[in-house]
């Protein structure tokens, strides 16, 4: 699915950069890695962003759904 330009913008931003928009919590989801994190989804092109970490110490940060396993 292609991206919208403001969803372009938020690919792999720091997690207090606030969401865009058009871009609607949904709740949270458990990854394949065990985590509960918040689920985007964006109203304009239909991609799913993450707010998670790539480990345990790892600042959050704004990642496609489709980029971690079990999810997307
Ligand atoms: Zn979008």
């Known amino acids: 699915m292609s991206l ?3 969803c372009m913008a938020q690919i792999d931003r720091p997690g207090h950069f606030p ?3 058009r871009l609607v919590k949904r709740g949270q989801v458990r990854t ?6 918040f689920a985007y989804r964006c109203e ?3 991609n799913a962003f993450l ?3 790539a480990h ?6 704004w990642v496609l759904a489709g980029d971690i396993a079990g999810t997307g």
Do not use: F, I, K
């Open 56 to 61: 345990e110490d790892a600042p959050d940060r």
């Open 32 to 37: 394949a890695a065990g985590q509960n994190v």
């Open 51 to 53: 707010l998670t970490a």
């Open 44 to 46: 304009d092109c239909g």
């Open 4 to 6: 919208c330009a403001l």
């Open 19 to 21: 969401p865009h928009a």
